[in-house]
């Protein structure tokens, strides 16, 4: 069996594996020069620069593509956990150590209200049961049929999947900050916590479940590890050409052309990139339904995201390995994001320091980061030309003003990527950090199907299909397509 790989990210890669470990005949086709897609790797003047995930989580699905070819991942990656997952800082600018330690998140809870101990440990109990159901039973499974879904509507209605992860959060929880920070988790997989389905509080105790882990030398090193794995078990990698065509004949695959001209014959493709940017620039449209093009067109995106990333001169030991910082109107802000698609100076952000645990990935003496913050996708029609610039302005004085002292005068390399990037560069419909939103409408059945509804060896992995974004959901994908392939 020959089969395709377009796209190289973590459910590309997984994908590749998998259909290996089955005796397919696997081609791994990459646009760029090299691989990881979103997980790629930028290396400057010394420093190295994850351009993508930070946070690894279920490490093993990650082991797993290793040992399935009978080889430990110890002689390819190495993997830690961390002691504080993330540093929370509010606009008081009182800070929050969330870890895996439930005697000091208790008592950190108790300093902020002693009234939510108790809501917090009933909260980690039903998110328990949501991630029994939603991770360990329906994650890898696929969902082609609405009869399927049908069947699991009840056990999802009883965990209230009817309910934003912000309002189940607010059902246990009544201290507003603590509210913010235990719903905040659907904002890593692209989605707005005041309306993505409360099944997405599964990530609160998946944490918990196996940890938050960080991979020496940076995320891009799991690609490399990766990289070698294939190498070794004879899986064709072609860098640097693009697909610019899926033969079909009829409603059957038939083979991919690249860039150069080049004829790769197949009876599968494998999509690891986003599902709208494939349908809409790679398949012949005549076969799509009335009914597929609906779907397709109700589609609501993801944000944006604005990721800045720099090297200091001063190290700044007082900074955690991940801090979230919360800025004042934190509803207010999302509803510009998401809805009204329009930049708002008062910013949360997400800032990743990997010397805290890691000290390859900058020169001896130096510190390296990236900050990242949500903006709105490119539905907004903002020029980044213009606007790039001025939000790394005012991301710099609100880390200067919040956490770094005297940060302008100590950078000394930076560069940041827009919407822009992950539109042309990625394919990613609007410039979405996630593909599509994690919405219940937008959620199982309802996202782009991992086997396609359209065409016949045509399949789906990553962000914008089954189950969802964030490298557990797209790893899982590769999990699904390996019981339907």
């Not at 078990?233 to 409603?251: A, L």
């Not at 800032?351 to 907004?380: I, W």
């Not at 396609?452 to 189950?467: K, Q, R």
Request: hydrophobic share 35%.
């Amino acid at each position: 069996m020959n089969s395709v790989v377009i796209g190289s990210g973590f459910g590309g890669i997984a994908t590749a594996l998998r259909l290996k470990a089955k005796n397919h005949n696997v081609i791994l086709i990459e646009k760029h020069e090299d691989l990881g897609g979103r997980a790629r790797v930028f290396k400057k003047n010394g420093f190295t620069y994850d351009a993508g995930p930070t946070v690894i989580t279920a490490p093993y699905l990650i082991n797993e593509l290793f040992e399935i070819f009978n080889k430990k991942p110890e002689d390819y990656i190495k993997i830690t956990p961390l002691k504080t997952w993330y540093q929370f800082i509010f606009e008081d600018d009182t800070k929050f150590n969330y870890s895996g330690n439930e005697e000091d998140m208790k008592n950190q809870i108790e300093k902020l209200n002693p009234q939510d101990v108790g809501g917090y440990e009933k909260l980690v109990e039903f998110t328990k049961k949501i991630f029994n159901k939603g991770f360990l039973e329906l994650a890898d499974v696929p969902f082609e049929k609405p009869i399927f879904m049908m069947k699991q509507l009840p056990a999802l209605l009883n965990l209230k999947s009817y309910k934003s992860v912000y309002s189940l959060v607010s059902s246990y929880i009544k201290n507003e900050k603590l509210r913010r920070m235990l719903s905040m988790h659907p904002l890593l997989v692209g989605g707005n916590p005041f309306t993505t389905t409360s099944i997405y509080g599964l990530i609160l105790y998946l944490e918990k479940k196996w940890g938050i882990h960080y991979s020496i030398g940076g995320t891009g090193n799991i690609i490399k590890g990766f990289e070698k794995l294939m190498n070794e078990v004879g899986i064709k990698i072609i860098k640097g050409h693009e697909v610019s065509e899926i033969k079909s004949q009829g409603k059957n695959i038939q083979g991919v052309i690249l860039d150069d001209g080049t004829n790769i014959d197949c009876q599968n493709v494998i999509c690891n990139a986003d599902p709208p940017a494939v349908y809409e620039k790679l398949l012949n449209k005549k076969n799509f339904t009335n009914f597929f093009k609906w779907k397709k067109n109700r589609m609501e995106y993801s944000m944006g995201l604005f990721v800045y990333y720099f090297g200091t001169k001063k190290i700044y030991d007082n900074v955690e390995h991940h801090t979230i910082k919360f800025g004042n109107k934190y509803k207010e802000h999302l509803d510009d994001i998401f809805n009204r698609k329009k930049l708002n100076n008062d910013i949360s952000y997400y800032l990743h320091r990997p010397t805290a645990t890691d000290k390859s990935m900058a020169p001896e003496g130096y510190d390296c980061f990236y900050v990242l913050v949500p903006v709105p996708n490119n539905q907004s029609n903002i020029d980044w030309n213009i606007e790039g610039e001025k939000m790394k302005n005012l991301v710099i004085e609100k880390m200067e003003k919040q956490l770094m002292p005297n940060l302008k005068n100590n950078i000394i390399e930076d560069f940041y990527l827009t919407p822009d990037y992950f539109e042309k560069e990625l394919n990613t419909k609007y410039g979405s950090g996630f593909s599509i939103q994690p919405k219940f409408t937008q959620s199982a059945y309802f996202r782009f199907h991992n086997k396609s509804e359209i065409f016949n060896g045509l399949y789906f992995v990553g962000a914008g299909t089954h189950p969802g974004a964030g490298v557990p959901g797209v790893l899982s994908s590769a999990k699904v397509l390996d019981k339907i392939l």
